[in-house]
């Protein structure tokens, strides 16, 4: 893709497991009237599949969510455009918050995870956002 195409993310595949835990996700990219999928941020596929999926010309516009105490990624909401909300995973005490705040301007558009194994299970402790005006 050229550095100069900002994509949308339109979608984002999510894999939690039994418990609802976050175990991987994937972004949905619509680059010019082509739909891309992302790099999955495990290659496990264990877990049940949930989405977040928007239709055009809604798009992906900000992301909060929360960190275990053990490191990662526990919960997540994304916000779109158009206002649709969606929330995933276990929002719970002792969870380090975060937000990605971002001005009217902006939006995000790639997204990243770095999974590691914990419990036997992949999980996420890094989450990537770039964003573009």
Not at 33 to 58: N, T, V, W
Not at 61 to 89: C, H, M, P, R
Request: glycine share 10%; aromatic share 12%; net charge negative.
């Amino acid at each position: 893709m050229p550095p100069d195409v900002k994509p949308l993310i339109i979608g984002v595949n999510i894999w939690v497991n039994k418990n609802n835990g976050i175990l991987g996700l994937q972004a949905i990219y619509l680059v010019k009237d082509e739909i891309r999928y992302g790099i999955k941020s495990s290659s496990g596929s264990e877990g049940f599949l949930q989405r977040y999926d928007l239709q055009s010309p809604d798009y992906l516009k900000n992301i909060t969510g929360a960190f275990s105490e053990d490191g990662y990624l526990e919960y997540l909401v994304f916000y779109s455009k158009q206002g649709k909300i969606n929330t995933f995973g276990l929002k719970a005490e002792g969870q380090e918050q975060f937000h990605f705040g971002m001005s009217s301007t902006e939006r995000p558009f790639r997204l990243s995870g770095a999974s590691f194994v914990f419990d036997e299970e992949s999980r996420i402790n890094r989450l990537g956002i770039e964003i573009c005006q």
